[in-house]
Structures are given as C-alpha cells and as structure tokens.
C-alpha cells in the first residue's frame, strides 16, 4: 500500500520533533535540579553565618537572632514541600534541628529520609543516636552496624561504633547481645578500623591505642608496636602527652615482663601532672613477685589503673561527650509522629543559647 508524499513527510516531522521534546524536557529537568541546588545552597550559607556568630552577639541581639532562626526554618519547610523527595535536605535540615536541641522533632525527618532511600549510612547514624539520647541503647546497636556495613569506609562510624560498645558494654552484655570478650573485641577491632581508614588522624590513632588497655586480651606487643607508632607518627605533640605515650608504654613493657626497659621511660616522664602515675608505675616494677604483679586487681580495672591520669587523655568527641551525657535513663520516650504541630518556632533563650519549640494542636 502507498501512502501519499505528504503523509511520509507529516511522518518525517514528527520523528524529528520527537527528540526536539525529549532535549526540551531534559533542559527543564536540568534547570530546575540546579534552581533546586540553588535554593538549599542560598539556606545553608544563611545557615553557616548564623552558627558563626560570636555568643556575645547572640545575647546582645536576641530578637534579631531569633528572627534569623525562624527564617532558616521556614526556608527548609518551603525548600521540602517544594522537593519532599530530597534526602538531602531532608538530612539537613533534621541535622539543624538536632543542633538547636529538637531532637523529637529532627528524627521526622531523618525517619522521611530513611523511607525514601534505606540505605543512607548517616541517617542510621542520626537514628542510632536519637534512640540511644532516649534511653535506649540496645535498640540503637543495630542502627550503629547498619553504618558501617552500608559505608565501610567511613573512618567515623568505625570510630563511634567503638565508643557506643565502650560505654555501653554492661547493657549489652546484661541484654544477651554479646558477652564481655566479644564486645571488648568489637570494640578494640571498631578503633582499629578507624585508625587504618585515617592514619594520619591522631584522636583515631591515639583512642586505638588506648583501647588495648581497655581489651586485657589484646596482644600486647601488637600494642607497644601502635603506641611507638604514635611517637613515631606525630613528633609534635606536647611534652606532657609524649610523657603520657612513655607512660603508657611503660605499661604495656610490664606486662611482657621487661620491667628494666620500662623503668627507663618512667624515669624520664618530668610531667608534675604525671607524677602519681609515675610513682604508681615505678611501685609496680619495684615488687617482687612478678605473678601478683599480673594478676593485681589494679591491672584488671578497665583503661587503667591511673584513672584520672589517663582519661584526660581521650580525644573530645562531640558524639562520646553526648553518649557519656546520656548513660542515665530520659523520660519515656515519645516519637514525633505522635505528636501533631503547626508551627516550628525558633528563639534565643536569655543566656543566648538557640532553641526550637514545637507548638503542638492538642487531640
């Protein structure tokens, strides 16, 4: 059957059009992605200007403090109605929300984005640490392996996976979860991956370290091998902390029963803040009776037996700082979702700290 010309060239137009629309279609979806980009830019640079703001200037200008707060609030509520599907803004925007203290409020968000997309490491991380800030630490375990099988090449989640089995290996272990040596264990292997990952981080390499004297078990040359390690890798620490590594390795040459070799790095830690465990460990080289020695009830108490000396020491962690806050049980729990709320209201309290309040519809 022959079709007339102009049908083949109606036929011929069409085809050519076609991917004329698809181009166009493209074009826009491409636009409004980067006006998207644009927008949750413009509310995050708002938003680092207003964590930058000196404390004193807080006080000083609360009304306008708090009204630059409620704009940033009412800019990611505009900014998610706009894309409810942004995981990022999402994560955001509840990341801002735990910041000035609305945890309730955060874990909305954070539960939108795990809906959308479960497999985001850091939402699970938010998660764990919202169950863990209500009281409940087994229920965040799982959170806290879901972030490093998800991204195991993340130096910070090995290395938060490590404190959370740290403070809180009594509850796991009175829950059946692990016993001692494998949360001890757990724990050791979480501080190593997070050296190994972030060589050159010295809280990484400093907590791994440490976390020898918290796992009796470990091996203890492996042990003296990290802690010269540390010396080795960072030259330039203070003298009291070179003094704290000899210390240490001290320790560790009295277990392997090299007690001449640690008595000569006692003898030459000179810290004064140092000194009783300095004394402490140069009582221990002077007993006799090298079993007592290891089996002593101060050797087996957990990090070591001079506490104070060698706390001090642990990195500052924004997150084991919170977790160590959070060891005393909260009140019960109650999620967002039950909760109803028209407004989000953001302020400045008279001590010039940031707050958010809900302001909920009653039932």
Not at 175 to 183: E, H, R, V, W, Y
Not at 215 to 233: C, G, H, R, T, Y
Not at 320 to 326: D, I, Q
Request: positive net charge; proline residues 4%.
């Amino acid at each position: 059957m022959t079709f007339p010309r102009y049908i083949y060239l109606a036929r011929a137009r069409i085809f050519m059009i076609f991917p004329l629309i698809l181009l166009f279609k493209s074009s826009l979806a491409i636009q409004e992605i980067t006006l998207s980009q644009k927008k949750l830019s413009l509310i995050l640079d708002r938003q680092e200007k207003f964590f930058t703001i000196p404390f004193s200037t807080r006080k000083d200008n609360e009304q306008e403090m708090t009204r630059n707060a409620q704009e940033i609030v009412a800019s990611y509520e505009s900014y998610l109605s706009q894309n409810p599907d942004d995981t990022n803004a999402l994560i955001l925007f509840g990341k801002f929300l735990r910041k000035v203290g609305q945890e309730e409020h955060a874990v909305e968000f954070f539960i939108q984005a795990d809906k959308i997309n479960p497999k985001l490491a850091v939402v699970k991380q938010q998660l764990a640490n919202y169950l863990v800030e209500k009281g409940r630490p087994i229920d965040a375990f799982p959170y806290y392996i879901l972030t490093i099988e998800l991204n195991p090449k993340e130096a910070f989640y090995h290395f938060h996976l490590g404190n959370f089995l740290f403070l809180f290996e009594k509850e796991l272990i009175e829950n059946g979860i692990l016993n001692q040596k494998s949360a001890q264990s757990f724990m050791h292997r979480s501080f190593r991956e997070a050296s190994m990952l972030r060589p050159n981080n010295f809280e990484f390499q400093l907590r791994y370290a440490q976390s020898f004297f918290d796992f009796p078990q470990s091996n203890k040359a492996d042990a003296l091998n990290v802690w010269k390690k540390i010396e080795q890798s960072f030259p330039n620490r203070s003298n009291i902390e070179k003094d704290y590594f000899r210390l240490c390795r001290a320790r560790i040459l009295l277990e392997l029963n090299r007690q001449k070799d640690a008595s000569q790095l006692i003898k030459a830690v000179s810290s004064q803040s140092l000194i009783k465990a300095k004394e402490a460990l140069l009582l221990k080289v002077n007993q006799e009776n090298k079993t007592d020695i290891q089996n002593t009830e101060i050797s087996k108490e957990k990090q070591s037996f001079y506490e104070s000396s060698h706390r001090q020491f642990i990195p500052t962690d924004p997150h084991l700082e919170r977790l160590r806050k959070l060891t005393k049980r909260l009140v019960e729990e109650k999620m967002l979702s039950e909760l109803k709320s028209d407004a989000v209201k953001a302020r400045f309290d008279s001590t010039g700290q940031i707050k958010i309040e809900l302001t909920n519809i009653s039932n």
